[in-house]
């Protein structure tokens, strides 16, 4: 599974080089912030930080000059360089790019990427982020990842040549130079290690340096923004620029003030709160000055933003890695057979079956939880699943889209062959609506008689799963169709002795 085992070298090499020991199954959910970069005193991130920003002032100056939709596509479109497995996939480490709508968004407000009114230290190209309607952490990750792309096939290749077998590495071509006389990326030749991908084809493999590298949102974040309005608030030293805020600020809340006395209301703390807010969000159309207080903000918050990435990176690699090599050696130790001559549905029954019995009777529950608290999020469970199909013949789809939603795992093998996992946790506060879910995504996909499966962390979620199904009037469907997994970690006296059945 990770590029040690596959490359045969130690896994402490890999730590101590300062990089990140890759899952080669599926992406981990980790992504690259710039302001890491930005952050950091080495003198190759501070020349990395340059060479990126020097990038940007190019885009500016041409957007200057005009953009066609061909110049857009060309310095503003970038695919995902996918090959250092980072982002969303769960089933591999394919990913979606850019796309041409945040290039056209890129293209309209580099200006406003560059400038900081003379207010932060420094230049952040993802500043643009502010204005953006949307999730831009992998946008942002991935445009990071092409202009340091240089950088990264370098790092990876002084490891590699120093540290893994040459029948491993290959010579690979990559338009990672920005040459800003021809104006195009130049190609370059690097040593790099290779897998072979599901086409059968030579695919290479980058290294990633650990300290820059958080999930979630980057550090400069639109949400984050609208949180920390009042650190902003606070912060700002140029008196015409508070003064502006303070008076929209002043007038929204002597406008709720008037109305309370008008209709003879108590006047709210947490609604002048709400409206103080509130009114900051609408300052920031008239005064843009604010967006750079709240960048020099964060470049204040330097040991913060570095503590809170080292903790986050450390969350993942313990929840992915960690967690799921130990379910995958125990699921080796009990099922060290592959599974074949099975339909698509009782394949992914066997495999639910397997799993289930994992987290139930070998002690896998362990596995779901991270400093004590329980995995909180689906999409962590359906990740750990994937580790669950290894040597299947069967097409494993995660998340897949068909046009009314997304189901959460599609398992098919070919036309005919089809069948859907549904994972919900019984803490999920819209958990009896799963069965109407699958519903659709079966009509969407041509799919019948799905798998669900409902994990449970404690008593009381339990008995919420046991009401369910009975006021569903689906309770004859459990261990048919229907799985509950007890991850309680309370309630087991052995790694060998479990309930025979969890509702009972």
């Not at 993942?316 to 592959?338: C, D, G, H, M, W």
């Not at 089809?418 to 799963?434: D, G, T, W, Y």
Request: hydrophobic share 35%; aromatic share 14%; net charge negative.
């Amino acid at each position: 599974m990770y590029f040690s085992e596959y490359f045969k070298v130690k896994k402490q090499l890999i730590e101590d080089y300062g990089a990140i020991d890759i899952n080669l199954i599926c992406d981990l959910p980790l992504f690259i912030d710039p302001m890491l970069i930005f952050n950091s005193q080495k003198q190759e991130y501070v020349d990395l930080h340059n060479s990126i920003i020097q990038y940007f002032h190019f885009l500016a100056k041409k957007s200057e000059q005009g953009l066609n939709a061909g110049d857009i596509s060309t310095f503003f479109d970038f695919s995902e360089i996918k090959n250092n497995w980072f982002g969303y996939s769960k089933e591999s480490n394919e990913g979606n790019g850019n796309g041409v709508p945040f290039a056209h968004f890129f293209a309209q407000n580099i200006k406003f990427a560059l400038q900081n009114n003379n207010i932060s230290s420094g230049i952040h190209f993802e500043k643009a982020l502010l204005l953006f309607q949307g999730n831009g952490r992998d946008k942002i990750s991935d445009l990071t990842t092409h202009l340091i792309l240089d950088y990264l096939a370098t790092y990876t290749q002084n490891f590699a040549v120093a540290n893994i077998n040459k029948d491993y590495l290959d010579t690979f071509y990559l338009d990672s130079r920005f040459n800003y006389t021809t104006e195009t990326f130049e190609s370059v030749e690097y040593t790099l290690p290779y897998i072979i991908n599901r086409k059968g084809l030579p695919e290479f493999v980058l290294l990633t340096p650990r300290d820059i590298l958080r999930k979630d949102e980057p550090t400069i974040n639109r949400l984050d923004l609208f949180r920390s309005f009042s650190k902003v608030r606070n912060i700002i030293d140029d008196d015409s620029i508070r003064s502006q805020l303070e008076n929209y600020i002043m007038k929204a809340v002597a406008a709720y003030e008037k109305e309370c006395k008008d209709k003879k209301q108590k006047v709210k703390e947490f609604a002048v709160a709400r409206i103080e807010k509130q009114a900051f969000i609408e300052a920031l159309q008239s005064i843009p000055e604010l967006y750079d207080y709240y960048v020099k903000l964060k470049e204040s918050e330097k040991d913060t933003v570095n503590i809170e990435a080292f903790n986050e990176t450390l969350e993942q690699l313990e929840k992915f890695y960690i967690n799921s090599a130990e379910l995958v050696r125990l699921y080796n130790i009990e099922f060290p057979t592959a599974i074949t001559g099975l339909s698509a549905r009782e394949e992914a029954k066997q495999r639910l079956l397997y799993f289930k019995h994992i987290i139930e009777h070998c002690d896998g529950y362990k596995n779901l939880y991270y400093q004590g608290q329980p995995i909180s999020k689906e999409d962590d469970l359906q990740r750990l699943f994937r580790f669950a199909w290894y040597g299947s013949i069967y097409d494993v789809n995660y998340e897949t889209n068909n046009g009314r939603g997304e189901s959460d795992v599609k398992v098919s093998y070919g036309a005919k062959e089809k069948n859907i996992v549904e994972f919900k946790l019984a803490s999920n506060p819209r958990l009896s609506h799963i069965f109407e879910q699958v519903a659709i995504y079966e009509q969407a996909n041509q799919c019948t008689d799905s798998l669900y499966a409902i994990f449970y962390f404690n008593e009381a979620e339990r008995v919420k799963v046991k009401n369910m199904l009975i006021d569903t009037k689906t309770d004859k469907l459990l261990d048919k169709s229907i799985f509950i997994i007890d991850c309680s970690y309370d309630n087991k006296q052995s790694a060998s002795q479990a309930d025979a059945h969890p509702l009972e």
